[in-house]
């Protein structure tokens, strides 16, 4: 029985539990057999864009607001894209998909809620009479959502959590592939300009700019509050495991968890990419075009250390020596790039797994079989770590020439050893990328300051700025090349330190001192979250959107 008053709908669970249902609230919808969310794939906008479960990780692609239809019925509409949820093609077969699209308040966008025990609902569409499951009842993220005859499965069961709250299964983790998925002025890599004075590198451009670079992970409706030059997303997921995948006309329900099919099977193979270059390049800023560019974090090698056995770390370092995954993995990431194409992108390339090499000693002595994963187009290289950087490299060079590539500073032991990070990525090769690109922390300090969380001091002082800037000033100026800083945290120091609410103090700090910036050879600031509960661009009270339009309407800071 369904009771409607006022904006609140009281919907009965069982004989002596009721759930109210709040048509104001967004919720996050929890599904009983995996623990994952209803989530729209990647935070697509498009009609028709896939409709996955993922694991939580609080983005607004995983929110959900009711609509009242009528007769007990709603519409579940995403706070992302505004679409609603949708039998696509007004089908009545069992196990066609549930996508998004465009709200028309027709009959196969309408959903009631059918009680079932423990507080969960089936959604069960008004046109097919079908209940909204997860095929073939997968617990993994990706898991294609689906109508099917209402059999009252665990799968088709979901739990209502108000977004924000913890409460239910499927507790919020680190976001994974469909972490918000997310771009400046024109032209190529980056060209370093003579030496100054005195020794060290000036870099007069990066990405086509003279000045340095504002961006981040934001959905598109943000991105487009601001002059933002840059959004930045994650690419990984385990490499296709054959080229049938690669030359497929369209995707695969079965291929959803691969990068290249995360937009769903009525889309081709590598639309992730081809489709998000696309959004880059037509953004605006007050109605007007304003075209931005994409920072790809390709951070595919952690994925290749699960297939290995050992996951992060010794896995990752295991799997680079096996022709097999080496192989796969090459070959996906000529995919990725031939999908670049002649975009004007950047690509950070792999975060952390160069301080795991660096663990083991000189790069030039970690094995790797790199000549024979990819003789097309490394068959001279070194078969070392050393010689998969300049494979990566020299592909993107190939593939993506427009491109700029760029080595992630993985210097964990930089504060004691910064000249054993300049030798390691000398023998790396990083003379020969385009930029060096550097995470600042992954959450906001005052996340970390939670005695939950460890208790520990991660805001900044202008001795730890100072020190930081000093390291990346020297690494820049080891190999000649910029560096930009990626994943600084979002937080600011209004925040009431609860869940994407933390406080922070470097978004403030990096714009009050940009001259400093820049004296660093950092070319660009891009913030974002790298964990969830953290506070993003949407939940910082417009702290970053004002910076960025402060910064360009006082004409920016130039580039040294």
Known sequence: MVVVAGSAVVVSQASAEQKTLDLKKWYVLVNRNSGKVLDDRAFATNDGAAVVQWARHGGANQQWQFIDAGDGYYRLQNRTSGKVLDDLGWSKTAGSAIVQWKDLNAKNQQFKLAK????????????????????????????????????????????????????????????????????????????????????????????????????????????????????????????????????????????????????????????????????????TYKGSPRPQKMLWTWYSLRDLGDAAGQGDGPGEVKAINRLDLLTRYLNDYRFFLQKIGKSHDAIDLEPDFWGYVRSLGNPHQVPAQVSGANPTDCGSQENSAAGLAQCLISMAHKYAPNTAVGMHLSCFDWETSTQACVKDYASLGAQNADFLASDVSDRDAGWYAQPTHGGSDHFWTDQKAAAALRFYKTMAESVDKPVVLWQIPVGNMAQNNTRNHYKDDKVDWFFAHMNQVANAHVAGLFFGPGQEEQTTVESDGGNLINKTIAYHNSGGTALK
């Open 116 to 283: 079932s025990p423990n507080g969960y609902v089936r959604l069960v569409n008004r046109f097919s009479g079908m209940a909204v499951g997860v095929r073939n009842a997968a617990k993994a993220d990706g898991g294609n959502v689906v109508q099917n005859r209402d059999r009252g499965g665990a799968d088709q069961q979901w739990k209502l959590v108000p977004a924000g709250s913890v409460g239910g299964a499927g507790t919020p983790t680190a976001p994974g592939g469909s972490v918000p998925a997310s771009q400046t002025p024109s032209d190529t890599r980056p060209s370093p300009s003579s030496p100054p004075a005195g020794g060290g590198s000036s870099t007069k451009r990066f990405m086509g700019s003279d000045k340095v670079l504002i961006g981040g992970s934001m959905s598109d409706a943000s991105a487009t509050a601001a002059p933002f030059d840059m959004r930045y997303a994650y690419v990984h997921s385990r490499p296709a495991p054959s080229s049938d995948y690669y030359t497929a006309a369209r995707c695969q329900d079965a291929w959803s968890s691969w990068w290249g099919c995360w937009n769903g099977s009525t889309t081709a193979p590598g639309t992730y990419v081809t489709w998000r270059d696309d959004v880059a390049a037509h953004a």
